[in-house]
């Protein structure tokens, strides 16, 4: 699974609008379907606040913040998994994403084309999931049928190992006929292995993204609080963005100006930081911090990952060599206001092997060269 995060839609959503915003890498933009055919892909920094804290009490002579990579994926349309507006193709770029930006229309303009003439936010969603339950499914049974197949010619020892595989693509196979996604079915973290290569769809997290227009940017409308109810039954989040607004304050010069922009319409951030926040931690993604005179440095980690992984992420070196790692949570440095103090307080720690990295951990690495060759 890919550590990114795939925008999709039906087509004239403002999907390619958004990941202009948030990239401010112009993506192309027009009033008819599929005007996106290949993905557009873009880097975006992670908004830390904390980073700028640990900037003002650790002053570097750089800032590098973590960053994370949005996918803009084209329209799909009913029909898409048997093909239709280039379906298989738009499919199999949204396999390779780790998390789902659902970008929903939930503003009124007859200059703006729907596919379906009409403003239906139950309606468009359901046409998504579908195509994606519906193409999930076809690869469930495609696995299904060959295994089956195989099991009839193994020995007893390997027919017995796939007494759970089978049952599972059973559940799996009827949750799908029934247009349902794969993640509703709440499976365990050895089920979710054994199904691991099928690289299905619908098993990915996902955030419903409602595109409103610049009257509802700080009020929901009737049709986001449609878009609510639907992912409040799935156990999904909800960022509500103006993407037309968003792609005005992405052109603003300075970061001055984009607050003083965001304050005159009654919001205190961008709509847009917030998806990628949301995207960043559905994922199960977190930030840790290197500090010193040189650089301050966001780096980004998969939550449970031990402090050798993290060194590993920085450099291999660091893993192969590692002895130890210095740590303490920035929420100390935001405290205590020094490093210096940190110690005074025996906040900071010596941690071996076995220390599962926290989220705002700032960490410095202590390892060997020669003992990686050991």
Not at 232 to 258: P, R, S, T, W, Y
Request: glycine residues 6%; contains cysteine; proline residues 4%.
């Amino acid at each position: 699974m890919g550590l990114n995060c795939g925008i999709v839609g039906l087509p004239n959503v403002g999907k390619s609008t958004i990941f202009s915003a948030l990239t401010a890498a112009p993506a192309e933009i027009a009033n008819y379907p599929f005007c996106t055919i290949n993905p557009n892909v873009g880097i975006v920094n992670v908004p830390d606040a904390r980073l700028d804290q640990i900037k003002a009490l650790i002053p570097p002579q750089r800032l590098i913040p973590a960053t994370f990579e949005f996918v803009d994926i084209a329209g799909l349309v009913a029909g898409a998994s048997k093909g239709e507006g280039l379906g298989n193709q738009f499919l199999a770029n949204i396999r390779e994403v780790g998390v789902i930006a659902h970008v929903v229309r939930c503003f009124d303009n007859p200059d703006i084309i729907h596919v379906s003439n009409k403003v239906d936010p139950s309606n468009d969603i359901d046409t998504i999931n579908t195509e994606l339950a519906l193409a999930d499914l076809d690869t469930v049974e495609n696995r299904y049928a060959k295994q089956v197949k195989l099991t009839r010619s193994m020995t007893p020892e390997d027919r017995k190992a796939m007494e759970k595989y089978l049952p599972l693509l059973e559940r799996v196979k009827a949750c799908l006929a029934d247009g349902k996604a794969v993640r509703s079915l709440g499976l365990s973290e050895e089920e979710l292995v054994l199904l691991q290569d099928l690289h299905l769809i619908t098993q990915k997290p996902v955030v419903y993204v409602c595109n409103v227009d610049e009257d509802h940017a700080t009020t929901d409308n009737d049709y986001v609080k449609t878009v609510r109810d639907i992912a409040q039954k799935e156990g999904a989040e909800v960022v509500v963005i103006c993407g037309k607004m968003e792609a005005e304050i992405a052109v603003l010069d300075n970061e001055e100006d984009k607050k003083e922009f965001l304050e005159s319409v009654g919001l205190e951030e961008s709509g847009l930081n917030r998806l990628v926040r949301h995207a960043y931690h559905i994922m199960g993604l977190r930030t840790f911090f290197t500090a010193g005179p040189d650089e301050d440095r966001a780096w980004t980690f998969k939550a449970g990952m031990k402090a050798p992984e993290t060194a590993g992420i920085i450099h291999t070196d660091f893993q192969k060599g590692f002895i130890k790692a210095e740590v303490y949570n920035c929420d100390d440095l935001f405290a205590l206001k020094s490093e210096e103090k940190i110690r005074e307080a025996g906040k900071l720690r010596m941690e071996g092997k076995d220390y599962v990295v926290q989220d705002g951990d700032i960490m410095h690495f202590l390892f060997n060269v020669n003992k990686q060759a050991k």
